[in-house]
């Protein structure tokens, strides 16, 4: 064991938030032991104890905020032969998804008592919620490779039972099925990169493999770190195996809430925790450059044109899954967890308010006629977003010659900051309307700036810093810059042609996906249902 790596835990205060933190996926399967289905009491005693169980693992994984300020990264072990199978990693990383999962987790937890009240199963769904974030918990502690893998199973198959949840819901039968299968591939994926990696440094310690990879880039071939790629991406619902996460809707509203602020992020954490290994593999951040910014432009352009609130929620986890993985292809680890920790507490609400969100939602099918955009906004809007930008990166130091991958992120917020100006200011001359939307721009930029510093700093140590790009990846950044744009400006002109039939007919085809995931279907030999939805 390197004992930089393992630090003794002397102080008892810190032995005592040692096991705390330990002890929050234990937290969670022991209440979900006690909620038994049965009469009005069982059922009150199993929304008492879950909500108990909540408020519990969000206090251990607080004091372990307290613990890595005191003492700084280590790994907890299990004592005697356990060592090598159960131990806890405890460094920023680990801490900070920890938190958000009990943070997510009582939150939907307590969400679910008011949604299933008056169900006689409420107390099955609350056990197996709380397995779950049992299984996630394991996942995102877990100081070695055996217990991640079983934790990574353990979440899937917990995950299904929520999903099928009500059995007389045929297409969410089959969605989950999907899933199912999509899932045992990560699972392999997983398994194969785990064995090649130990095989490699003969260790099972994560800490111990990371450090190995720093070490020499020479340890481990390319197999390993594409194998996680591939456990990743499938996880992530990357293009073309994205269907199953917009076919699961008919699952309960707190399962999807869990799934896509939580369970989703499964891959972009396995990235992250094995960044080192990933980034000694250049073959292994082009395939999650490429698959990446394929998906987050595929899955923007789908959500446009969805009907429905979780259609639209549904492909947007899908391009926001993508533009993680695109940051971590760019080397940008401590930036994907900053958008890990965003999406989660964004998608939470967002679904657990979906009822809500209607009116916003209004103006479904082709978009309203508007005139187009006078090429005079556009210079105007990019002047003022790229000065904006330019002014920002400035102040905090950031250039293309130190930080390639932060400002190629950076570019991407000109493109938002040019559509909300223009938005703003189409159809009206106000010098104020402007003035507004750009004072908008400069403070969304500012925040970006901040908390991309911030993360920097909070996560330096346990993830690599974002460095300079080979020409390959530059080359890759730039093409997807470029795309974005004429996306962005795709936005701002079709709608004026809503009259073009041709248009029309691509809108069609957009709205189903380009029928991939149909292809898909029949790929795995997937039966169809009675009804089933073309997305």
Not at 256 to 281: E, K, M, P, Q, T
Request: net charge positive; glycine share 8%; aromatic share 10%.
């Amino acid at each position: 064991m390197n004992p930089s790596l393992a630090t003794p835990l002397a102080a008892p205060l810190h032995l005592l938030l040692a096991a705390m933190f330990a002890g929050v996926p234990i937290t969670w399967l022991v209440t979900a032991f006690f909620c038994q289905k049965g009469d009005d009491y069982r059922q009150a005693r199993a929304r008492f104890l879950s909500l108990a169980g909540g408020i519990a693992a969000m206090i251990f994984s607080l004091g372990a905020i307290l613990l890595l300020s005191l003492h700084g990264p280590t790994t907890l072990y299990a004592p005697g032969i356990f060592a090598e199978v159960f131990s806890v990693r405890i460094d920023a990383v680990s801490v900070a998804m920890t938190t958000l999962v009990s943070f997510v987790g009582l939150v939907v937890l307590r969400f679910s008592h008011s949604y299933l009240m008056g169900d006689a199963r409420q107390a099955d769904f609350l056990r197996f919620l709380m397995q779950t974030l049992a299984a996630v918990s394991v996942v995102v502690m877990a100081g070695n490779v055996i217990l991640l893998v079983a934790g990574w199973i353990s979440m899937s198959l917990s995950l299904h039972r929520l999903l099928v949840f009500y059995p007389d819901r045929p297409r969410a039968q089959l969605a989950a099925h999907k899933k199912f299968i999509i899932a045992r591939g990560s699972d392999l994926a997983l398994a194969l990169a785990v064995g090649l990696m130990v095989a490699a440094t003969g260790s099972t310690d994560i800490a111990l493999i990371a450090s190995a990879a720093q070490d020499s880039a020479d340890v481990f071939s390319a197999a390993p770190a594409l194998l996680l790629v591939l456990a990743a991406l499938l996880k992530s619902a990357q293009f073309p195996t994205h269907g199953w996460i917009a076919e699961v809707m008919e699952a309960p509203t707190p399962v999807s809430a869990l799934l896509h602020a939580g369970i989703v992020n499964a891959g972009g954490f396995l990235i992250i925790r094995f960044a080192d290994v990933i980034a000694s593999s250049g073959v292994a951040l082009y395939a999650l450059l490429l698959v990446g910014g394929m998906t987050a432009l595929f899955g923007s352009l789908v959500m446009l044109t969805q009907r429905s609130v979780k259609g639209a929620l549904a492909y947007s986890t899908v391009a926001q899954m993508g533009f993680m993985l695109l940051q971590c292809g760019l080397g940008a680890f401590s930036s994907a967890m900053l958008h890990i920790i965003a999406h989660s507490l964004y998608k939470a609400h967002a679904f657990l308010s979906s009822g809500s969100m209607v009116d916003v939602a209004r103006g479904n099918g082709f978009p309203s006629k508007a005139a187009p955009v006078r090429p005079a906004l556009i210079l105007l809007s990019l002047f003022i977003a790229g000065g904006i930008f330019a002014i920002w990166s400035t102040v905090v130091g950031i250039t293309i010659a130190t930080k390639p991958a932060i400002v190629g992120l950076g570019a991407i917020l000109v493109f938002g900051a040019m559509h909300l100006v223009i938005q703003s200011s189409r159809g009206q001359g106000s010098a104020l309307v402007l003035f507004r939307a750009s004072s908008t721009a400069a403070v969304v930029a500012g925040l970006y700036f901040t908390l991309q510093a911030l993360a920097v700093l909070v996560f330096e140590g346990s993830v690599p810093e974002a460095g300079k790009l080979d020409a390959v990846q530059f080359a890759l950044m730039m093409l997807m810059l470029g795309t974005f744009g004429a996306v962005t400006v795709l936005q701002w002109y079709l709608p004026s042609a809503r009259s073009n039939a041709r248009w029309q007919a691509f809108w069609v085809h957009l709205s189903n996906g380009f029928y991939v995931n149909q292809l898909f279907n029949q790929f795995i030999a997937l039966p169809r249902v009675s009804g089933e939805a073309n997305r």
